[in-house]
C-alpha cells in the first residue's frame, strides 16, 4: 500500500493501524439535517485512507501524499489548512489520546463536493478509536468528527457527511433520521434495474459557499424561533407555517419541510423495489433546491437541465451546492446520450467541460490492515 510505504519513509517504522474512511454523494435531503430532518446519502467508491500510530507526547506529525512534505504540529493552536481537519479529531478526543504520527492518502475528486473532508476526519477518527480501544460506535465517531469541523475549522456542517462516510454499507443508502440518529440501510441495487447514478461534477466552486451555507443555517433556525418549534423538522401544518412567515425564511422553510417528505416518498419507492420512479423526486429537489433554498448556480442547472433533455429519468444538485456536483439517474443505454447532451451545453457557452464519474454505494470506513 503507497500510504505504508510513505509512512514508513517518512516515519521510520510501520503503522500501527490504517483505516480508509469514504466520500459521499446525497441520493436525496438536502440542507435538512441541520433542521433535525431526514437524508439519504451514500458513500462513493474514493476516500482517503490514513496510516496512524500513536505518540507519548502531544506532537502530531503529518504526512499527505496529496500536499507534499509531513509537518510537524507541536500543539493544536498551530494547525493551518487541511491539517486542521486532522488536529481537530485529535483535539476534540482530548484527554483520551496524546500525539500520533500520521500519514494520508486521499483519491477523493477534489472540488466535487464529494466530502473529502468528511472522509479525512472519519478515517482518522476510526484510526485513532481502533488504537486507544476507546470502544466508540461508528455514529460515535462521525460526532466527533462533525464537532471537529464545527469548532476546529469553522465550518457549521450538519451530520450528514460524516455520518455517511462512518455508518454506509456496500450497496446501500443510508437513511438517517438527524434528530434520533436513528439510521437504516436501504438496497440501492440500480444495477438491477439497468440504471446508475452519473455523478456530475462542474469542476466549479463558488468562493462564497461557506458563507451562504451559515446564513441558511441561520435562517432557518430563526424561522423555527418564530414558528415555536424546535427545528423546521417539527413543521407539520406547511401552509400555516407559511402564513407565519416572510421572504426568504418563509422559502427556506417551504424547501426543509418539502424536501424531509421527498426524503420519506423516496425511501418508501426503494422499499417497494420501485427505484425506476424516483427520478422525478430528485428533479422536485433540484427546483426546490434552485428556487426555495437559492443554494444552486448556473453550472448545476445547466448539468441537470442538459442531462434530462438528453434522457436522465432525474437529476439535481447534490451537497451544499453553489458549485460541486450534480447526479443523474440514468438508464444504461442512455449514458452516452446524456453526456452528449451536458458537454454540448457546457460547450455552447464556453464553460469548461464537467467531469462525469460513476456513483455505486461503497463500504463506510473499515480497517484496511
Ligand atoms: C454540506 C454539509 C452537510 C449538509 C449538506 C447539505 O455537505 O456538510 O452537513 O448540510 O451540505 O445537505
Known amino acids: 500500500m503507497r500510504v505504508v510505504e510513505a509512512f514508513r519513509a517518512a516515519f521510520g517504522a510501520d503503522p500501527a493501524t490504517v483505516w480508509h474512511a469514504p466520500g459521499r454523494v446525497n441520493l436525496i435531503g438536502e440542507?435538512?439535517?441541520?433542521?433535525?430532518?431526514?437524508?439519504l446519502p451514500f458513500a462513493v467508491p474514493w476516500g482517503v485512507?490514513?496510516?496512524?500510530?500513536?505518540?507519548?507526547?502531544?506532537?502530531?506529525?503529518?504526512?499527505?501524499?496529496?500536499?507534499?512534505?509531513?509537518?510537524?504540529?507541536p500543539s493544536h493552536e498551530e494547525s493551518r489548512?487541511?491539517?486542521?481537519?486532522?488536529?481537530?479529531?485529535?483535539?476534540?478526543?482530548?484527554?483520551?489520546?496524546?500525539?500520533?504520527?500520521?500519514?494520508?492518502?486521499?483519491?477523493?475528486?477534489?472540488?466535487?463536493?464529494?466530502?473529502?473532508?468528511?472522509?479525512?476526519?472519519?478515517?482518522?477518527a476510526s484510526a485513532l478509536n481502533d488504537l486507544h480501544d476507546l470502544g466508540l460506535s461508528p455514529m460515535e465517531l462521525a460526532l466527533i468528527s462533525q464537532r471537529a469541523e464545527n469548532e476546529f475549522v469553522g465550518m457549521p456542517c450538519g451530520i450528514m457527511d460524516q455520518a455517511a462516510s462512518a455508518l454506509s454499507q456496500?450497496?446501500?443508502?443510508?437513511?438517517?433520521?438527524?434528530?434520533s440518529l436513528g439510521s437504516r440501510n436501504i438496497p440501492l441495487d440500480l444495477a438491477a434495474h439497468g440504471l446508475r447514478i452519473l455523478?456530475?461534477?462542474?469542476?466549479?466552486h463558488h468562493e462564497h459557499a461557506n458563507g451562504e451555507y451559515a446564513k441558511r443555517r441561520a435562517e432557518c433556525e430563526s424561522a423555527a424561533r418564530k414558528l415555536g418549534v424546535a427545528a423546521l423538522r417539527d413543521v407539520e401544518d406547511l401552509a400555516g407555517a407559511l402564513s407565519q412567515l416572510q421572504g426568504d425564511e418563509r422559502k427556506r422553510t417551504m424547501h426543509v419541510v418539502t424536501e424531509n417528505h421527498r426524503v420519506e416518498a423516496l425511501v418508501g419507492l426503494l422499499r417497494a423495489g420501485a427505484v425506476t420512479e424516483i427520478g422525478?423526486?430528485?428533479?422536485?429537489?433540484?427546483?426546490?433546491?434552485?428556487?426555495?433554498?437559492?443554494?444552486?448556480?448556473?453550472?448545476?442547472?445547466?448539468?441537470?437541465?442538459?442531462?434530462?433533455r438528453?434522457?436522465?429519468?432525474?437529476?439535481?444538485?447534490?451537497?451544499?451546492?453553489?458549485?460541486?456536483?450534480?447526479?443523474?439517474?440514468?438508464?444504461?443505454?442512455?449514458?452516452?446520450?446524456?453526456?452528449d447532451s451536458?458537454?454540448?451545453?457546457?460547450?455552447?457557452?464556453?464553460?469548461k467541460q464537467p467531469r462525469f464519474l460513476p456513483a455505486t454505494p461503497a463500504r463506510g470506513a473499515h480497517r484496511l490492515s
Open 280 to 308: 422525478a423526486l430528485l428533479n422536485a429537489s433540484h427546483l426546490s433546491l434552485r428556487d426555495q433554498y437559492e443554494v444552486s448556480s448556473p453550472e448545476l442547472d445547466l448539468a441537470v437541465e442538459a442531462a434530462i
Open 31 to 39: 440542507h435538512t439535517d441541520y433542521n433535525d430532518g431526514f437524508v
Open 342 to 351: 451536458v458537454c454540448a451545453a457546457y460547450a455552447e457557452r464556453g464553460w
Open 170 to 179: 456496500e450497496g446501500q443508502a443510508l437513511f438517517l433520521d438527524c434528530r
Open 310 to 339: 438528453g434522457g436522465a429519468r432525474g437529476a439535481r444538485m447534490t451537497g451544499g451546492g453553489f458549485g460541486g456536483s450534480a447526479i443523474a439517474l440514468v438508464a444504461d443505454d442512455r449514458l452516452e446520450s446524456v453526456r
Open 81 to 124: 489548512g487541511w491539517t486542521r481537519y486532522v488536529v481537530g479529531v485529535l483535539a476534540t478526543l482530548g484527554d483520551r489520546v496524546r500525539g500520533a504520527d500520521i500519514a494520508i492518502d486521499g483519491d477523493v475528486p477534489q472540488g466535487a463536493g464529494l466530502s473529502s473532508s468528511a472522509a479525512l476526519e472519519v478515517s482518522v
Open 199 to 204: 455523478i456530475i461534477d462542474t469542476q466549479v
Open 49 to 73: 485512507t490514513a496510516a496512524v500510530t500513536p505518540r507519548d507526547d502531544s506532537t502530531v506529525r503529518l504526512l499527505s501524499l496529496q500536499h507534499g512534505d509531513p509537518v510537524t504540529i
